[in-house]
């Protein structure tokens, strides 16, 4: 059973950052990946960045290139979103998510999940 639950969401002016975390139960394979994902009010989910769990290699989205930093810990239980200079557009709720590798035409990511979290709110103000 796998169970992923988001932390570290919250209000933050305009160039500040954020740490997001997912805490992460469950088995992994070789071909696991984890990914961040944001939706905001009226848009489409979007992917934000990826990690192929065994080698941690990693991708990220145009939009947050240079802003935001996608990483695990050693025993990759614990997913982390390092987000910083942040803009009004980041606003969104940002979920976790555990997939298989492979690319993702929906997200434009190469990680295809099939486990979600609940979910994070980050709001970000001008």
């Known amino acids: 059973q796998v169970q992923l639950v988001e932390s570290g969401g919250g209000s933050v002016q305009a160039g500040g950052s954020l740490r997001l975390s997912c805490a992460a139960s469950?088995?992994?394979?070789?071909?696991?990946?984890m990914a961040w994902f944001r939706q905001a009010p009226g848009k489409e989910r979007e992917g934000v960045a990826s990690?192929?769990?065994?080698?941690?290699?990693?991708n990220v989205a145009d939009s947050v290139k240079g802003r935001f930093t996608i990483s695990q810990d050693n025993a990759r239980k614990t997913l982390y979103l390092q987000m910083s200079v942040l803009k009004p557009e980041d606003t969104a709720m940002y979920y976790c998510?555990?997939?298989?590798?492979?690319?993702?035409?929906?997200?434009?990511?190469?990680?295809?999940?099939?486990?979600w979290g609940q979910g994070t709110q980050v709001t970000v103000s001008s």
């Open positions: 998510a555990r997939g298989i590798v492979g690319y993702s035409s929906d997200y434009g990511l190469p990680c295809r999940p099939n486990y």
């Open positions: 469950g088995s992994i394979s070789e071909n696991t990946c």
């Open positions: 990690i192929y769990s065994s080698f941690g290699n990693t």
